[in-house]
């Protein structure tokens, strides 16, 4: 579903707490930036901030994403359950036409993103 | 004052939803801080001084990971929670600005909101701008 949404995204993928890969989807045709090791040492690092980021949950409610912005893609990152699961997709953040303006990139439809897992989610 | 105090001051007068912001330096110590007048913070300084220590390393990683993996320049990262989204951004290569914005929904709505957008572009040319006074 969520590679039917949105062409802009180039990678996506469910991990476990142990970092291990348990789903993965990549769109046709596009070659991958980044190595899938390179990928899986960052999904860790997610897991683990993830992690502490669970000790602010009494202040400011649940985490609901984190999007890490490069020149060329954006990292998006969704905890899934308790269990620890996060979803990562890898979105392309190049600018779409030219502007007068300084671009910093695309924006990263989180609404529909986050709809599409809870609908998922609702699913189960 | 220091253009690190004017970035901070300038991000406070551009949006009123901004309800605290910091600069921290590479270890993740807060050397700057604003907060919102009549505003109580929600995270202890406590808890925020433990995210800022884990975002400066994460930011260091990053930053290492930009001359390994070919993508471009590392820009911001936002970790969004239900009732605020926590935004860092490398000022210089010795500094990291920390911001917490309000997340809550300004209306009620028919659909499930997950809070509000924030105004990156708006952010980022303000840290560049305040980067030409060096």
């Not at chain 2, 590479?26 to 050397?31: H, N, V």
């Not at chain 2, 007048?37 to 808890?47: G, H, Q």
């Not at chain 2, 997340?103 to 305040?130: A, C, Q, T, W």
């Amino acid at each position: 579903m969520l590679m039917d949404f949105n062409d802009s995204i180039r990678f996506a993928a469910v991990c476990n707490t142990n970092g291990d890969i348990v789903w993965t989807s990549q769109r046709e045709g596009i070659k991958n930036i980044v190595s899938l090791d390179e990928t899986k040492q960052t999904m860790m690092r997610a897991i683990e901030a993830w992690a502490q980021n669970s000790n602010l949950k009494g202040h400011v409610g649940s985490g609901l994403y984190s999007i890490t912005s490069y020149e060329k893609i954006k990292r998006i990152t969704v905890p899934l359950d308790d269990d620890g699961k996060i979803l990562f997709i890898s979105v392309n953040n190049s600018s779409t036409k030219n502007s007068k303006t300084k671009s910093y990139g695309q924006i990263a439809d989180m609404g529909k993103i986050l709809s599409i897992v809870d609908f998922v989610k609702s699913e189960r | 004052m220091s253009r690190y105090e004017k970035l901070l001051n300038m991000l406070m007068d551009f949006d009123g939803s901004i309800e605290f912001a910091a600069v921290s330096d590479t270890t993740g110590k807060i050397l700057w801080n604003s907060a919102r007048s009549n505003l109580k913070l929600k995270v202890p300084l406590d808890e925020t001084k433990n995210v800022l220590k884990r975002e400066s390393g994460d930011w260091i990683d990053r930053c290492k990971a930009e001359d390994r993996i070919g993508l471009g320049r590392a820009l911001y990262h936002i970790t969004s929670f239900e009732k605020t989204k926590h935004v860092t951004i490398p000022v210089d290569a010795f500094h990291l600005l920390y911001i917490v914005v309000n997340n809550e929904p300004m209306v009620k709505s028919k659909k499930k909101s997950y809070g509000r957008l924030v105004e990156m572009g708006k952010m980022m040319s303000i840290v560049d701008f305040v980067n030409t006074f060096e």
